[in-house]
């Protein structure tokens, strides 16, 4: 067997012609506005590519990109007047910031109704409960390429390795929202081998290169990494073993080119979203009765 492999960045490009479209009908231009602090550099590739994706497909996008000296002060201040500037649509604060600026702060201070991040508390909530709101980029993504793959998805079992705020709770609470049986497993859990392999969804968002190895997967199992390491040759690659696993894997999907495309698409589906739902506009972008 070979797993069929699921294309990420052909899909985005998919989705984000899709949403040109609409915007194209919309008679304005949703405002994404980034916000950057200091000069990590994994994060200004990804921000370049994020402002390229979003003016290409029609979107009002600009990053405002400050000094690793900004005080917290200071960002939550131009938070706050991203919330009150009524042609800005999403707020997506980029991660990770300087360490003397506290995360949860400047993800708490973003309007949740311009959250195109989903991670505000209220946002995540949301999710919990069920209840509709601006879901984290990633997860929808994976949702996205499940799709693709043509996965049954009612009664499945599931399993996303990775619990954290921004990857795996949500992404478990979209399996479930799906009906799938969800488990939720890490590096302290029991039998992981043993775990994973019980699986027919395996989303594999550890944060440690190559830790699914082969005989950790089921025969036929669909396979979403969404890891991104510098392996020791100084290759880009996954949580997953992918040249093991995929002999074993009905599909899955590379590093690069498969979850991350997906991520930036669904950030400008979140910001169309968010613009749409700020006018009162419904499906057909028609004003919604009151």
């Known amino acids: 067997m070979t797993a069929r492999i699921l294309d990420g960045k052909a899909l985005g490009t998919k989705l984000r012609a899709r949403l040109g479209a609409r915007i194209a009908g919309l008679g304005f231009k949703p405002g994404l506005r980034v916000v950057r602090v200091g000069e990590d550099p994994a994060s200004g590739v990804y921000v370049r590519n994020k402002d390229r994706a979003a003016l290409e497909a029609g979107f009002d996008s600009a990053t405002l990109h400050l000094p690793e000296a900004t005080s917290e002060a200071m960002l939550l201040a131009e938070i706050a007047r991203l919330n009150a500037d009524p042609a800005v649509d999403g707020i997506l604060v980029q991660l990770p910031l300087p360490g003397h600026i506290r995360a949860e702060a400047a993800i708490a201070a973003v309007d949740p109704a311009k959250d195109v991040d989903g991670f505000h508390p209220l946002n995540a909530g949301r999710l919990a409960a069920g209840q509709k709101g601006l879901v984290p980029c990633t997860p929808r993504g994976v949702m996205h390429l499940l799709a693709e793959a043509g996965v049954v998805l009612p009664g499945a079992r599931a399993l996303v390795l990775g619990r954290s705020q921004i990857v795996g709770r949500p992404m478990a609470q979209l399996l479930l929202g799906a009906d799938c049986t969800v488990t939720i497993a890490h590096s302290r859990t029991r039998d992981l081998p043993g775990e ?81 739902a700020r006018r009162g506009l419904v499906a057909g972008w028609r004003k919604a009765p009151r």
């Open 196 to 276: 994973c392999r019980r699986a027919e969804i395996l989303i594999a968002a550890a944060g440690r290169a190559e830790m699914v190895r082969g005989d950790w997967i089921s025969p036929g199992a669909v396979v979403i990494d969404v890891g991104i390491n510098r392996l020791a040759d100084g290759r880009l690659g996954g949580d997953v073993a992918f040249q093991e696993v995929v002999v074993h894997a009905a599909a899955i999907s590379p590093v690069p080119g498969g979850v991350g495309p997906m991520t930036i698409a669904c950030l400008l589906e979140n910001t169309l979203e968010a613009a749409v």
